[in-house]
């Protein structure tokens, strides 16, 4: 079972206009580079992330092993 460890709300003081993958060269891992019209960039280390497709499954994803953790049946209307 996985659970919400962290939210970040307000991240920045305005719109996110881009977003990137980047990997640290410093200790391997992975991190997401958020840039705003606030004039700042932020860089977010990801343990985990989170992806859904047509097929209406949200998978869990371990980015430090590679791996799928979870897969979660979002079906039609279950979770609306």
């Known amino acids: 079972m996985h659970a919400l460890v962290h939210k970040q709300e307000q991240a920045h003081e305005d719109s996110i206009w881009s977003c990137a993958w980047a990997k640290s060269e410093k200790d391997g891992s992975e991190n997401i580079v958020t840039g705003s019209v606030d004039d700042t960039v932020k ?10 497709s047509l097929d209406s499954h949200i998978r869990l994803w ?19």
């Open 43 to 52: 860089v977010w280390k990801c343990l985990l992330a989170a992806s859904n």
């Open 62 to 80: 371990d980015l430090e092993a590679g791996k799928q953790v979870k897969d979660i049946d979002a079906g039609p209307g279950k979770y609306m």
